[in-house]
């Protein structure tokens, strides 16, 4: 479970701070640095307390703006929602969690956007303090606590991964649910409608983790437990019937799928990393079958200098080609990278190695649009509490 360094600080001195933004390119560590596999990294964005820290999850994106969380610091350190510019300027802290039960605190992974509004939840905070699902808008004015996690019949406690929009719903994952391991539900945004749609079991031994993946009607999400306690991968169909373990990790095909996964699905095969285990212990990507058949070790980080260890978030897909980061290896400072590699395993890339001073140990996924990645980074740079990034291909 990944650690969060509460920062204490007078909640009285940043009571009047409701949003604070940056109207010039806040100074980077860096400037634009072409690396050896041709591509441009940009240090955009350093984190620095007071506009939050450690970063978490995935950026979106809308028009020419990012939007994202810190999982801690702001205001009041119970971290924060920002919006910045893909090239860096106007910063903007939209809103700070107040860890109070009309709000949340910690926020987890990705911000989902839907009909003009931000989707989010967070880890803790709201009325029992077991997390919220809650929206604001673009320009950071309107937040609301839609539900709170662990009352009434959304019995779900500390949710996992970043909601998924489908239609008009919104799907997620969290811990507790009718048996205490965790569910599947689902939230309707047209009356904040929360229902539990499968709640895993104690004898099964198998937790949600990450977020899920939906396709044709049916979730795919990565797991922790199961047999050797190893974590799965597994479907089920949406209205909560039909579920299957499509792989159980042992070590040797890896283990330990990341906080942040998300399987990427395309036609009927499944892409996911591992964050342990494999050939050298540091990890793997892989593929699979929608049906569970077929899985495919298709690359093994070994933590050497231009390689990785400890994949952590998302692959992305962007037409034969994965693209991903790991949290630590890469070059002499081991504080992870950017990588491509081709769906049939070959061609593996390193594409950038970061270098604390930019940025170090990246948790979350990348983002594609026009040809350019942006990321974050969860510790390093200039002031240590993380950065934001692009990588121009």
């Known amino acids: 479970m990944k650690k969060i360094t509460i920062l204490i600080i007078s909640l009285a001195l940043f009571a009047s701070c409701k949003k604070s933004s940056d ?12 690396t050896p596999s041709g591509g441009t990294y940009t240090d955009l964005y350093n984190f620095n307390t007071t506009r939050g820290e450690n970063p978490v999850g995935d950026l979106i994106i809308s028009g020419s703006t990012l939007y ?21 300027s106007s910063y903007t ?4 969690f107040t860890g109070s039960a009309t709000d949340g605190q910690f926020p987890i ?20 303090g077991w997390g919220v ?44 649910g009718a048996n205490g391991p965790g569910t599947i539900f689902s939230f309707n945004p047209l009356g904040n409608v929360y229902t539990d749609l499968y709640d895993f079991t104690l004898a099964s031994g198998v937790t949600p983790s ?8 049916v979730f795919y999400g990565p797991g922790g437990g199961g047999i050797g306690n190893d974590g799965f991968i597994y479907a089920v169909d949406s209205n909560g019937s039909n579920f299957q ?22 036609g009927t095969t499944l892409y996911g990393m591992a964050n342990a285990g494999g050939a050298s212990s540091n990890g793997l990507v892989f593929s699979v079958s929608t049906t569970g058949n077929g899985y495919k070790d298709l690359y093994d980080f070994t933590g050497n200098e231009g390689n990785g260890a400890a994949p952590q978030g998302s692959l992305i897909l962007n037409g034969s080609t ?3 980061m790991t949290a630590s290896g890469g070059g002499s400072y081991t504080a992870g990278l950017i990588f491509s590699i081709s769906t049939s395993g070959s061609g593996f890339t390193d594409l950038s190695n970061f270098n604390s001073a930019d940025g170090a140990f990246p948790e979350g996924g990348l983002l594609f649009s026009n040809n350019v990645l942006y990321g974050m980074a969860y510790s390093g740079g200039q002031y240590g509490w993380g950065s934001i990034f692009s990588y121009s291909l």
């Open 245 to 266: 373990t499509l792989v159980t990790f042992n070590g040797t095909n890896g283990m330990e799928p990341g906080p942040y996964e998300r399987l990427v699905v395309s």
């Open 93 to 96: 802290d939209m809103h700070d």
């Open 23 to 34: 109207s010039t390119t806040t100074p980077a560590t860096t400037t634009p640095i072409v």
């Open 68 to 88: 994202g969380m810190a999982g801690s610091g702001g205001a009041n350190g119970f971290g924060c929602i920002f919006s910045i510019g893909t090239n860096g």
């Open 210 to 217: 990450g977020t899920i993946a939906f396709s044709y009607g």
């Open 109 to 128: 992974a990705d911000l989902t956007l839907y009909n003009g509004l931000l989707y989010g939840m967070t880890q803790g905070g709201g009325v029992n």
């Open 322 to 324: 994965l693209y991903g």
């Open 133 to 176: 699902i809650f929206s604001i808008n673009l320009n950071g004015s309107g937040f609301q606590v839609l539900s709170s996690f662990g009352v009434g019949s959304n019995s779900g406690s500390g949710p996992t991964g970043s909601l998924v929009l489908s239609g008009n719903m919104l799907y997620g994952c969290a811990g507790g």
